[in-house]
């Protein structure tokens, strides 16, 4: 079993963390250099990490990618309430993922406009929600929406995309789970 990915890709960390303790190959791409960006469209036409290769089959995104897995291991699926935690927690990755493009593209994301705005929206928004669902014990197991949740905090700080900080609970959540040593070996700083 292959992982194509990033070391720097938030959507990625999480499969690699959900991963740990599996026997799996992880395959890190540069999706901006040619070679890598060939080898990418190879396997995955939407040209996004990551992908998944398990034999023959070949899964796109990491969403499903996590529900082959959990079949794969035969492990209980999400509950329909952590189904709804895992696409608030998308929705703000998508936004700051959009958002570095943006900027790396030479686009004042700052700037006043529809797009702009509506993405500095959700993601206030979406981190308010999450805060409260930290605190209300959402997040107290090291499941895999607690997983894309630290991978989405950390992602958000180590870009400088977003701040949350100031929210007590997903400051609590973050440095809570922290110490994890795959978390260490994992950091898209160090990568």
Not at 39 to 68: F, M
Request: negative net charge.
């Amino acid at each position: 079993m292959k992982l194509l990915g990033s070391t720097t890709s938030p959507f990625v960390r999480r499969l690699r963390v959900f991963l740990a303790e599996q026997n799996y190959q992880f395959v890190n791409l540069d999706i901006f250099a040619e070679q890598d960006r060939q080898v990418l469209t190879e396997n995955n036409p939407a040209q996004k990490v990551p992908a998944l290769i398990d034999g023959e089959q070949c899964i796109y995104d990491s969403r499903v990618i996590y529900r082959y897995l959990v079949q794969k291991f035969q492990q209980p699926p999400l509950s329909w309430a952590q189904e709804n935690l895992l696409t608030l927690i998308d929705s703000v990755n998508d936004s700051l993922v959009a958002t570095l493009l943006l900027q790396r593209s030479n686009i004042d994301t700052m700037q006043e406009g529809l797009f702009f705005n509506l993405q500095r929206e959700r993601i206030a928004s979406v981190f308010q929600v999450l805060d409260g669902e930290v605190a209300n014990g959402a997040f107290t197991e090291w499941h895999y929406p607690a997983i894309c949740l630290w991978c989405l905090l950390d992602w958000a700080e180590f870009r400088q995309l977003a701040k949350w900080q100031h929210l007590p609970n997903l400051a609590s959540f973050y440095q809570q789970q922290a110490s994890r040593v795959i978390l260490a070996e994992t950091d898209p700083r160090y990568a």
